[in-house]
């Protein structure tokens, strides 16, 4: 994999970093970019974000990284102990070498320019449930938002993007907050489900491997602005698996102007939901669809009903404005949930019976499978006749641990962070 040409662009309403990214497979390079607006700073040219957006895919397809440019030498050891971390979880990643141009005749003057700190605060804000929990409970320290376009909002999809950088400009101007847009590419070309070169590859790769190195790959982009980058949890330390966003990998990829904290692993999601309840504004932008429909909340996926569920244990779904339509909600018994998410009901069901909601109690004791329900068998036999032969779950590769005991280390010092 071979990194060149890195580029500067500003222009008066956003500013560019690029690079050309090849493959030992392509006969071209493609070029990868980063495009921001809301930055207190100009651009600075770096090879260390493309790194970072590159590694695991490199990891995947067992490819060197060949860079022109400085690494920083912070980031370069943390890149060595995430490696180590990743090739122990997954069986299909390998330790690849990274190239560098050795930065020694620099100078002191340059040396100390290249590892100023910037001051700002970012909280990587999807506007979701994590993300929300996280900006509150460090709402002291927090300066900007940062908002990303091409990772979970398609780069394609307009309407989405306009309406979820309008509920966050509501947000950031209500909580007096400066708001850090960024587009990027790094999705479409390093994702195995989105890209169109190199091997095949069944599973998540972006959820399992490389989402939370291409946060932390935006964030060294913006580092001129952005000193510390929060990266909200997505599971509890109860919870730890192998993910591409952990407490025992997020800071491997801080630098020695960035550094990256993964927060909020302390409490589950509907354990959030409710910290968050009474913050109006939060209730009023929240957004949690993964769906990449024009809908800010479509109300119908499994995420959608799970989280207006946690909303209605806690008497705030009225107040959500986000999620207008409620009709899922009725048709609960025919929700089907895949294994791999039951862990988010079983904390649903110890809320309702803590709240005394027996209705909801008994709705989630049928989704769970501890009680029987005829419209649930009725609505799994015509899914079984519509889809013969569908696997419950997504084919992908199983995450190895090669070590029970190096891992529980991790689950250690994880909670120790």
């Known amino acids: 994999m071979q990194i060149t040409n890195v ?44 790194v970072l957006a590159c590694l695991q895919i490199s990891m995947l397809e067992q490819e060197t990284i060949e860079s022109a440019g400085d ?34 005749e620099k100078g002191a ?13 970012a909280c990587c804000f999807s506007g979701g449930v994590d993300s929300w929990y996280s900006l509150i409970k460090n709402r002291e320290s927090v300066t900007h938002l940062l908002l990303i376009r091409g990772f979970d909002i398609d780069l394609k999809n ?19 907050l400066r708001l850090i847009t960024c587009e990027t590419n790094i999705r479409s070309i390093a994702d195995p489900r989105h890209r169109r070169w190199g091997r095949p590859f069944d599973g998540d790769f972006w959820g399992q ?3 939370g190195a291409a946060l932390a790959a935006v964030g060294h982009a913006a580092s001129d602005t952005i000193g510390t980058l929060i990266v909200p949890a997505t599971h509890t330390i109860e919870q730890f698996k192998p993910w591409g966003s ?30 968050i309840a009474d913050h109006a504004v939060a209730i009023q932008n929240l957004r949690v669809c993964h769906n990449n429909t024009t ?32 009709h899922a909600l009725a048709k609960l018994h025919r929700l089907d949930v895949p294994p791999h998410l039951l862990h988010h009901y079983e904390a649903l069901l110890s809320a309702a019976e803590e709240f005394g909601n027996r209705e909801m109690v008994h709705v989630l004791e049928v989704i769970l499978g501890r009680r029987f329900s005829v419209e649930r068998a009725v609505a799994t036999g015509i899914r079984a006749l519509r889809h013969p032969g569908r696997r419950r779950d997504p084919v992908q590769k199983a995450p190895v641990v090669r070590s029970a005991e190096k891992t529980s280390t991790k689950r250690q010092d994880a909670g120790a962070d």
């Open 158 to 176: 307009h309407r989405l993007w306009d309406e979820t950088l309008n509920h966050a400009r509501q947000v950031a101007e209500a909580l007096g």
């Open 7 to 50: 580029t500067t662009l500003e222009t008066e309403e956003w500013s560019e970093l690029a690079a050309h990214i090849k493959p030992v497979s392509e006969a071209e390079p493609m070029a990868l970019y980063f495009r921001f607006t809301g930055l207190d700073t100009p651009i600075r040219s770096a090879i260390d974000p493309f």
């Open 71 to 104: 690494l920083d030498p912070v980031l370069v050891d943390g890149l060595a102990r995430g490696q180590e971390v990743q090739t122990e979880w997954f069986d299909y990643l390998t330790t690849t070498p990274i190239v560098r141009v050795s930065a020694e």
């Open 209 to 211: 491997c490389l989402h």
């Open 246 to 275: 952990s407490p025992a990998l997020d800071s491997h990829w801080s630098g020695s102007r960035l550094t990256i904290v993964h927060d909020g692993c302390e409490l589950d999601r509907v354990q959030k939901v409710f910290e």
């Open 295 to 326: 809908e800010l909340n479509c109300c119908r996926c499994e995420k959608c009903i799970r989280t207006m569920i946690a909303l209605k244990l806690c008497g705030a779904l009225h107040r959500a404005t986000t999620f207008p339509d409620h």
């Open 109 to 121: 003057e340059a040396g100390a320019a290249a590892t100023a700190r910037a001051d700002a605060v």
